[in-house]
């Protein structure tokens, strides 16, 4: 009987229009991903070199001195405790290309979810549209990001942070939008009343306002950027991932566990210096107190 019925609804041929959408896009904007391919090569490869050219334990020293300043000694503490951790594990290196690939994948989902916010938030037809956008991209498996990366970039590094950046950029524009509908109403006639322009109430009003939902929002995209570090490994990201993807092709469980514990670290040690800036923790000095 269901068979009798699916003869009657046409086929619709998704697949072949997506394909012929990706292929069309490759083939006309050519040129523009291989700037994009040579910019985030040259982020990536730049940011791995300052951090891996350097004796690890200058740069855990330096790590530590900007996680006291930024989030307060404990956090300093546990930076020095789990970044010689991977020392003693042998994953100094790969830690180091995974932040490099993390933070440039932040970096750029943070610069262009933020401003989609902040628009969202000002203008309710961008909200009206970003909305669902946001929600497919939420729901979409992560997996399916890549397919579309590869087939325009290839293997590698570029492909992989332009996939962890789709797939991170949602929270950067919903709590940023959050945080600013959250201010209330009244402090906002209120600098108006004051004679502020929309741009000085947004930048001096709204936006300080809204800082520590924003900086939850900062949290979320590195958390997920850190989630997309085994998936984007097997493209070649290179970096943690690498270990827990060899670890399960050559079911070596050592090696893959140790290697999704360094991820761990990672994520803990970037969780803990971004909420305690949302929180405003950082030390006395540094508030000016």
């Known amino acids: 009987m269901m068979l009798a019925q699916a003869e009657f609804i046409p086929r619709i041929p998704l697949g072949d229009w997506i394909e012929g959408a990706v292929a069309f896009v490759t083939e006309t904007f050519a040129g523009l991903f291989g700037v994009v391919e040579f910019v985030v090569n040259l982020l990536v490869e730049s940011l791995s070199f300052v951090m891996t050219t350097p004796p690890a334990l ?13 989030a307060g000694w404990r956090t300093a503490l ?20 995974t932040l490099a690939l993390v933070i440039v994948a932040a970096v750029v989902a943070l610069a262009v979810g933020m401003p989609i916010g902040v628009l ?21 498996p992560a997996f399916v990001y890549l397919v579309p990366a590869i087939l325009i970039f290839g293997l590698g590094g570029v492909p992989a942070v332009l996939a962890t950046v789709v797939f991170a950029m949602p929270p950067a524009v919903r709590l940023t939008l959050l945080g600013i509908q959250q201010v209330p109403g009244e402090t906002v006639e209120a600098a108006r009343a004051f004679g502020a322009t929309p741009w000085q109430t947004l930048i ?6 809204a800082f520590k939902t924003i900086m939850a929002g900062v949290n979320q995209v590195i958390m ?6 085994v998936i984007a490994a097997l493209i070649g990201a290179g970096g943690l991932g690498t270990e827990v993807v060899s670890g399960l092709s050559q079911l070596d469980v050592g090696r893959g566990f140790t290697g999704g514990i360094g991820i761990v670290v990672m994520a803990i040690i970037l969780d803990r210096v971004t909420r305690s ?3 405003g923790s950082a030390p006395k000095m540094v508030k000016g107190g």
Do not use: C, N
Request: cysteine-free; hydrophobic content about 65%.
């Open 78 to 97: 546990f930076t020095v405790v789990g970044l010689v951790f991977m020392i003693s594990i042998d994953l100094w290196d790969a830690a180091m290309v």
């Open 277 to 279: 800036i949302g929180e």
């Open 224 to 229: 997920l950027a850190f989630s997309m570090v």
């Open 204 to 209: 001096k009003v709204e936006l300080p306002q």
């Open 120 to 140: 969202a938030a000002q203008y309710r037809s961008v909200e009206t549209v970003v909305r669902p956008v946001l929600d497919f991209m939420q729901t979409m």
């Open 58 to 70: 200058v740069m855990i020293a330096i790590f530590a001195i900007l996680a006291y300043v930024l």
